[in-house]
């Protein structure tokens, strides 16, 4: 693994470190049970909990199994008209609040979504009921929808601000299209795993994505039913599957059956030792054996990656086998 040189004048960024020594995301993703999309003006702190009117929202969501991301949209030419709402709402004193939850507990598939407005005294309560029951309490944007959150959290770390914004820059001159869903679009706050930026989640599968580029995107919206092709090395893996060697697992069989797998109900089981075991409605029950690979240091941007304290790990999938 090579290491900065004493002669070497500025360490490189993470997203630079990480693309050098080509590093994996698979399994990366994050687990929850859902994720709480929450509309807050920029600028934000670099930990989206420090949000002094969110800090009851925050918990809420956590005591409930849910990941806060704070949103903010980003319009264009063709990109789904979300600045009404928002505009309304902020005059009002109201913030959007979406909720993705899951249609059946312990198994990853599509989310179930709701969407509401309200003061920010009201909050807490509001995120209260749609984690626990999907509540819509008003009408929300008509026709399916696909949420894509680009990270742009420039506080939180530098790639993510630069590559995340030239991302969601691409993304505003030629828009993402998914036959009978209607795209929004937005900047986000961190979704982990910056060393991958530019990183990407797309709801309602609430898959991950690392190295993301608009072509990555538009598959992952389009719900083709294609090979996987480059994006299984882009995948860091669905955030209601479970742990990471649940999504190293998923990534293996998303390698193998192509993106038919997103529309499917699925769900990860330990069955012994390192062997774990993915259930697929149509796409086949699949074992696989995961083991730890590569440690690999995580350094901060533009910090000499030998001095990293923080340090990660790549998993690997070996004996990969169809069951039925």
């Known amino acids: 693994m090579a290491l900065l040189s004493p002669e070497t004048a500025v360490p490189p960024s993470c997203s630079e470190w990480a693309r050098s020594q080509g590093l994996d995301p698979a399994g990366t993703a994050g687990h929850y049970r859902g994720f709480v999309l929450v509309e807050q003006p920029l600028p934000w702190p670099a930990d989206a909990s420090l949000v002094a009117e969110l800090t009851d929202v925050s918990k809420v969501a956590a005591e409930a199994g849910f990941r806060v991301q704070l949103i903010v949209p980003v319009n264009g030419p063709g990109l789904a008209d979300q600045d009404k709402f928002s505009l309304a709402g902020q005059a009002n004193g109201e913030r959007r609040i979406v909720c993705y939850r899951p249609s059946r507990e312990g198994w990853a598939g599509e989310l179930v979504r709701s969407e509401t407005a309200a003061p920010t005294s009201e909050l807490a309560a509001a995120v209260a009921g749609m984690v626990s029951d999907g509540v819509r309490p008003v009408p929300a944007l008509a026709g399916t929808v696909v949420d894509v959150l680009v990270c742009a959290h420039g506080r939180r770390d530098a790639c993510c601000g630069s590559r995340g914004t030239r991302l969601a820059n691409d993304l505003v001159a030629q828009p993402l299209n998914a036959k009978d869903r209607v795209v929004r679009l937005w900047r986000t706050s961190h979704t982990g795993g910056h060393r991958f930026s530019p990183t990407a989640v797309v709801l309602p599968a609430a898959t991950l994505w690392a ?87 995580q350094p901060e941007c533009r910090t000499d990656p030998a001095a990293a304290t923080k340090h990660g790990v790549e998993w690997a999938v070996v004996d990969l086998r169809r069951l039925s």
């Open 211 to 297: 190295y993301a580029d608009r072509e990555l995107l538009q598959a992952a919206v389009g719900a083709g039913t294609g090979p996987a092709g480059r994006a299984a090395n882009h995948y860091r893996g669905c955030a209601t599957l479970g742990p990471s060697p649940a999504q190293a697992l998923e990534r293996a069989v998303f390698a193998e059956v192509g993106w038919r797998l997103f529309a499917e109900e699925r769900r990860s089981m330990a069955t012994g030792g390192d062997r774990l075991r993915l259930e697929t409605r149509n796409c086949g029950t699949w074992e696989g054996t995961v083991k730890e690979g590569r440690r690999v240091p």
